[in-house]
Every structure is written in C-alpha cells, then in structure tokens.
C-alpha cells in the first residue's frame, strides 16, 4: 500500500484532516493489518462476518522503539448520528517489531483494550474503521486503568486526541477499512 494513495483515501474518506488524524499527516511507518488473509487497503470493505477476530498486525520499524495501536469508529452508533465517536474498539501497548523478523510486530503485552469485533448493522451505512499505530516515548508502561473501562458503554466516546497528548504519544501509522453488516446492501 503506497503512502499516496493511502493519503488520498483517507482525504475522500474525510478522515484527513480529523479529530485523530491531522492535516499535513504523513505516515513514517506504513503497517499492515489482515484479517484472515484479506488485507486492510485504502478503505476495502469488509462484512461483520470477516472480523470477528483480531487482525494480524505487521511492520517495520525501529526495533529499539515500541508503539500503541488503537482501533477506532468515528461513526458509532451510525455514519449519520456520530455522536458516540470515537468507539474504542481495541487498544495494544508495547508492540515491538521482532528481533528476528523486523517486518513482524509482536504483541508483547496484554490488551489495554481487548479486540471488539465490529458489529455494524445491516441497516446503517458502512463505518469508516480507523487503526492509528503511534511511537510510544521512551520507558512508557500504560495499564488497563489508563485507558478507561472494558465495558460496551465504557468505550463510547472515548477522546483519542486528549489520550494521544497525556500520554506523549506519536502518530506515525494509519490504516482503514470500512465496515458494513453481513445484510447491508449499496
């Protein structure tokens, strides 16, 4: 996935700028997610049935640097009523590429978040499902408690842009995808 073409999805997306994503943005790590062998690309669908599991994360970068993942809705309940946005789907802290493959990020620590697959219903128009991949400064530890609740209401309105800043966190990598209802027609 080349970086333009990843800036101009997330620009027709109006994703770029956003609230988490700002102007000017250019990714210095470009990351991969898959989902059972289908690739996250410049905003591809893919149906509640393909990500009911957590993705396999991959990239390349620094290995004396580790780095967070979030997962994030900007369009929860729905594209048309945002107004539980951003929906923390999944949060990982202290990822580290691998010192034997330098393209494979380990999941080292356990979820500050655990994965909530997401659950679009067939009657809302598809959600724009953002994976944010940012440097984590030096000697940085989060725990569960830093990130707020596991509990479905706990993760609603959760305030990207204010956690990124407490915690001295680094924007480096986007990825997105839409997400649509099994049942959802265009």
Do not use: C
Request: hydrophobic share 40%.
């Amino acid at each position: 996935m080349g970086s333009v073409q990843l800036l101009d999805s997330l620009a027709v997306a109006k994703l770029l700028p956003s609230r988490v994503i700002p102007e000017g943005f250019t990714p210095s790590v470009e990351f991969s997610v898959t989902f059972d062998n289908k690739r996250v690309e410049n905003g591809n669908l893919f149906r509640v049935s393909e990500v009911k599991f957590a993705p396999t994360i991959s990239f390349s970068a620094p290995f004396s640097n580790t780095y967070a993942l979030l997962l994030v809705d900007p369009d929860a309940p729905t594209p048309d009523d945002p107004k539980f946005a951003y929906w923390r789907h999944w949060v990982v802290s202290g990822i580290r590429p691998s010192a034997l493959d330098k393209s494979e990020a380990l999941l080292e620590k356990p979820a500050l978040t655990e994965y909530l697959a997401p659950g679009v219903k067939d009657e809302s128009a598809p959600h724009r499902y953002t994976f944010l991949l940012y440097k984590e400064p030096a000697d940085f530890s989060l725990s569960k408690s830093d990130i707020g609740g596991e509990e479905f209401v706990d993760r609603r309105s959760f305030e990207v842009n204010e956690w990124v800043r407490k915690h001295g966190l680094e924007l480096v990598g986007v990825n997105w995808m839409l997400g649509a209802g099994d049942g959802w027609k265009a």
